[in-house]
């Protein structure tokens, strides 16, 4: 949950107009950002770097059950595979690949 400026619980609407604006600030429209996506990432990232299911849990203020359940991804899996198409391919056709 996150306050408002004044510590009142904040509207939904207005987080996704304030995350919308960042994302377009920081050069990231049109790609799929949300606060939503951002979670998943962080569970994955957390446990393909070796965090426990229960760290990641502590940290997102979740029961380790929904994050099994709902928001685990695997992300080293497609970084792995990423380098191997560069060691075939090389550097360049990997960054042609992510630029389509």
Sequence with gaps: MFPSEVG???DPSSLR???ARI???A???GMAFSPYVLRHTAVS???DLGASIEEAADTLGDDPKTLWA???H???AVADASLRLESVFGS???ATREAD
Excluded: D, K
Aim: without cysteine; positive net charge.
């Design 45 to 47: 990232l957390s446990l």
């Design 70 to 72: 709902h928001y685990r």
């Design 8 to 10: 009142t619980p904040l």
């Design 74 to 76: 695997r992300v080293r």
């Design 92 to 94: 360049q056709a990997v």
């Design 23 to 25: 994302v377009r600030r």
């Design 27 to 29: 050069g990231l429209e």
């Design 17 to 19: 107009h304030t995350f």
